[in-house]
């Protein structure tokens, strides 16, 4: 089994001021196969926030929201109520007293997205999380801290765009 | 659900479900289903992701302290569930800036010290000197510029200042004392010719080093006290004994017409004109129940000058330029993220380069 690409909505909307805006269709593309293959996932709450914070106006803001708006249908990445709680209960006995996203307004995906690995985790799938993520501030856990923390593997959002596009050039 | 003082009847009504329901959830024998979260969560003005934590976290020391103040004898202290959340919100921002101030050496903010027995008449000239406020400059503009400046003049100094639109039209404000980052909170609900004597009130709140959730009754004597201050300091003792002196051409005001115009003259509502005449001995007796009772009920809000009202720009006036500032030099500098600040003022990137622009622009906003 192929290991499983795990993706927040900072890591999403921090790929286009990562890359050069040349190489954005094929990452975009490489994406594309891994969603098609089971092997990119986020939960709806990814979707939802990126849908908020990007900038419909501006281009690689607008291809992030048309594809994951189109991929989202096909994508069961739904985290179940038990693995949320799961999730804000390792919070809490790991010094996050307050949850991982007390500061959300509305729904926040950072306690969906740990909700997943622990899913991840439970049913020993091996998966990676893609993320730059390690700065501890008010309100918003790090997603790359909490990934090591909870011993699971972590890779870089370059890296990622890497491989997305490499994946894309063997397709072709 | 108790911090909110909500009963599991009345969330039970305003979800449409049995009551026996609501209990089943509190005692983890069955969950609500996504749809009844989301409303749950909009009800009691939570992150949905509140809901899975596996305890309820501390209260934070202030709304623990508000809460406290609520357990008095007047129900309309208790702050409601939306409030509530305004406060936590004004902490949130609080935290945020004191975390930034950490990360970038801010120094502390050096407000005049003052204490309950100092006269709130020198206490006022004190800030007004603090601040750089004139009263003639008070008196030149429009009415419904004063509170607007007076901000702006408190947020030069450092001071965060947020606006909420409490659900409690009693609560005039709030204040969070802090070294590095001390914030005001006023109530826009509040009348806009109003909201200057809250700044105010507020900043002497601070001066004493203490916390406050302060309403239309000042029912004790610190409440009395900053009342006074704030008085002294948008109607000075002598500009006011000359006006209605020169100008009213009475020894005693007694008319609420004299009232008006006073009050249009130092760009305060005629409530405060009257409890200020009455402070300093000038008020036939009645005189501020006369006013109280003509005074308009409903606020009037204040102007928009023809701008349009953007989301951007309700979250500038909501956290002021101060914290918008911080945040946005604290990006520039590397402290936070884009991302951060997105998250931080709950905008788009789009609504960002305009919560730029705003913060950028001297402009009332």
Redesign the interface.
């Given at each position: 089994m192929p290991t499983v690409f795990v993706i927040d909505d900072?890591s999403l909307?921090?790929i286009g001021s990562l890359i050069d805006v040349t190489n954005h269709i094929d990452v975009f593309s490489g994406m594309n196969q891994l969603c098609e293959s089971g092997e990119l996932m986020f939960p709806p709450e990814v979707v939802k926030a990126v849908r908020?914070?990007?900038?419909?106006?501006?281009p690689i803001?607008r291809q992030l929201i048309i594809w994951i708006e189109a991929v989202q249908g096909r994508m069961d990445c739904d985290v179940a109520?038990g693995h949320?709680?799961a999730?804000?209960?390792w919070a809490?006995?790991n010094g996050y007293?307050?949850?991982?996203?007390?500061?959300?307004?509305?729904?926040?995906c950072?306690?969906a997205v740990v909700g997943l690995m622990l899913d991840l985790v439970e049913r020993h799938t091996d998966f990676v999380v893609v993320t730059d993520d390690f700065?501890e501030?008010?309100?918003?856990a790090a997603l790359g801290s909490i990934t090591e923390r909870l011993g699971c593997r972590v890779q870089n959002i370059r890296t990622f765009a890497d491989e997305c596009m490499r994946l894309c050039s063997s397709a072709a | 659900m108790a911090e909110a003082s909500v009963a599991a009847r009345d969330l039970a009504t305003h979800l449409n479900v049995p009551e026996t329901t609501v209990r089943s959830w509190i005692d983890e024998r069955a969950m609500p289903t996504k749809g009844q979260l989301d409303k749950l969560a909009r009800f009691l003005a939570r992150p949905s992701s509140f809901f899975f934590l596996a305890r309820p976290p501390a209260s934070r020391s202030s709304t623990a302290l508000f809460r406290r103040a609520t357990g008095s004898n007047k129900d309309w202290q208790v702050p409601s569930g939306p409030d509530l959340a305004a406060i936590r919100s004004a902490q949130n921002a609080q935290e945020v800036s004191r975390w930034v101030a950490d990360k970038t050496s801010r120094s502390a903010i050096e407000l005049p010290p003052a204490t309950p027995t100092d006269t709130p008449d020198d206490v006022a000239r004190k800030l007004r000197a603090w601040l750089g406020w004139q009263t003639a400059e008070q008196i030149e503009l429009r009415d419904d510029q004063v509170a607007p400046t007076l901000r702006a003049h408190i947020e030069e100094r450092g001071i965060l200042t947020a606006n909420f639109t409490l659900a409690d039209e009693h609560c005039r404000g709030f204040c969070l004392p802090d070294p590095v980052s001390p914030l005001i909170a006023i109530n826009t609900r509040d009348d806009v010719r109003a909201r200057a004597l809250s700044y105010v009130h507020e900043l002497a709140h601070l001066c004493l080093g203490v916390e406050s959730l302060c309403t239309a009754e000042a029912d004790s004597g610190t409440e009395r006290w900053c009342e006074r201050v704030a008085g002294c300091f948008l109607l000075p003792d002598a500009e006011l004994r000359t006006f209605v002196a020169d100008v009213l051409a009475v020894t005693t005001v007694r008319d609420i017409e004299d009232v008006k115009r006073l009050a249009n003259h130092f760009n305060v509502s005629n409530r405060a004109a009257a409890v200020r005449l009455g402070q300093v001995g000038l008020a036939a007796s009645r005189l501020y129940h006369t006013v109280n009772s003509q005074s308009a009920t409903k606020s009037r809000a204040s102007g928009r000058n023809g701008v349009a009202q953007t989301r951007a720009r309700r979250r500038v006036q909501r956290y002021g330029r101060t914290y918008v500032t911080q945040l946005l030099s604290a990006e520039e500098s590397g402290v936070l993220s884009d991302l951060d600040v997105l998250e931080y003022l709950n905008v788009s990137r789009r609504e960002l380069a305009e919560v730029r622009a705003i913060a950028s622009d001297k402009a009332d906003l």
């Open positions: 900072r909307l921090a908020q914070r990007g900038d419909a106006s501006q803001d109520f949320k709680r999730a804000q209960l809490q006995n007293e307050e949850g991982l996203d007390p500061f959300a307004a509305g729904d926040s950072i306690v700065t501030r008010p309100g918003r | -």
